[in-house]
Nanobody, 127 residues
Framework: QVYLVESGGGLVQAGGSLRLSCAVSGFSFNFYGMGWFRQAPGKEREFVAAVTQTGDICDYTDSVKGRFTISRDNHGNTVFLQMNSLKPEDTAVYYC????????????????????WGQGTQVTVSS
């Protein structure tokens, strides 16, 4: 059974920082790329960041470039999202996700390329 459990969300003032974690189990973590997505109330789920299985390639949506950093610990089976200079528009439920295919080349922004999702963690940024 594949499990992905996010943590680290919370309420923070604009300009602040949060570090999200996603602990995984049930599959060979170092074989799969991982991604972070978010969904704000009334909006569709959107891509935030992705990392390849080795951590050598990362990708970000334009609105978070320079502020967010995705990373992974393949020994600890955890993927992270460091979020700095947070803005009210970053408010959303954040989800981590596992790529469908092992050893995928590059990253993907398409949620259909991911087959397992966590339950989400709420991030609220006040102005």
């Amino acid at each position: 059974q594949v499990y992905l459990v996010e943590s680290g969300g919370g309420l923070v003032q604009a300009g602040g920082s949060l570090r999200l974690s996603c602990a995984v189990s049930g599959f060979s973590f170092n074989f799969y790329g991982m991604g972070w997505f978010r969904q704000a109330p009334g909006k569709e789920r959107e891509f935030v960041a992705a990392v390849t299985q080795t951590g050598d390639i990362c990708d970000y949506t334009d609105s978070v470039k320079g502020r967010f950093t995705i990373s992974r610990d393949n020994h600890g089976n955890t993927v992270f999202l460091q979020m700095n200079s947070l803005k009210p528009e970053d408010t959303a439920v954040y989800y981590c996700a596992k790529r469908k295919l092992a050893y995928s080349a590059g990253t993907s922004t398409n949620p259909e390329d991911y087959d397992s999702w966590g339950q989400g963690t709420q991030v609220t940024v006040s102005s």
